[in-house]
């Protein structure tokens, strides 16, 4: 695309003339990951994103894309992105107002492309949701409000937690960070009991604690297998 041609000519000015032998990926990755720009950096995004490119006007389309290319290409879009996100903020990339709306312009494609959530899981996620609240809503108005603190919730309370956790959730959003919004509003409420003198209930607290630490592993095997199941039955 237009945008691919433009931001792979900023960057393989920025590579003056080098070129990469081997993957290019590690060098991408140790500046993702450290933000310091070495004489591998440039090269190394070049060549990733003509490789992109390529097999882009090759298939098409990600949906066209073999089932054992596509989480590759995937991968690398995400590494790009990643890099461009960092290198734009970067003094020592010494990039122009053009080239950092080039890049920037490139980076929104592969976003595009990539970072989205299907319709279909929008309303599979709100059913979940919706389904969950029917069934388990008494137990949760009771634990949020009478539970978490030795009084009961207090209107000025709620306010205070219910601000505070939109506040943090809109600062995880604007960072990337992924975070619960019950698990924000449940410590928000414990931090009013906490300042309001009221005290906590400690074994709702670890009960709590102990639902974070095994959502984790447990939302994971339980997916894992239902994955194994389906793949094997379809």
């Known amino acids: 695309s237009a945008n691919s041609m433009a931001a792979s000519k900023v960057i393989e000015s920025k590579a003056a003339g080098y070129n990469v032998i081997g993957n290019p990926r590690p060098a991408v990755t140790s500046y993702v990951a450290q933000h310091q720009i070495n004489e591998g950096t440039y090269p190394s995004l070049a060549v990733l994103v003509r ?77 979940a949701l919706g389904l969950g609240t029917m069934v388990g809503w008494k137990r949760i108005v009771v634990t949020v409000g009478e539970k978490i603190g030795k009084t009961h919730l207090t209107y000025a309370q709620g306010a205070c937690a219910e601000i505070t956790a939109a506040a943090t959730i809109a600062a995880a959003d604007g960072f990337g960070l992924p975070v619960s919004t019950t698990h924000v509003l449940s410590s928000g409420i414990a931090g009013t009991m906490s300042a309001n003198g009221s005290g906590l209930q400690w074994s709702t607290i670890r009960n709590i604690a102990m639902a974070w630490v095994l959502t984790l592993p447990a939302a994971m095997v339980i997916s894992g297998t239902l994955y194994y199941v389906l793949s094997h039955l379809f």
């Open 51 to 127: 490789d992109i490119s390529n097999q882009v006007n090759q298939y098409g389309s990600l949906a066209k894309f073999p089932a054992e290319a596509v989480g590759n290409t995937r991968n690398d879009m995400y590494l790009v992105s990643e890099a461009l996100r960092f290198l734009m903020k970067d003094k020592e990339a010494e990039l122009s107002g053009t080239e950092v709306a080039t890049l920037n312009s490139y980076k929104g494609s592969l976003d595009s492309a990539t970072k989205f959530i299907p319709g279909w899981v929008k309303i599979a996620v709100a059913i």
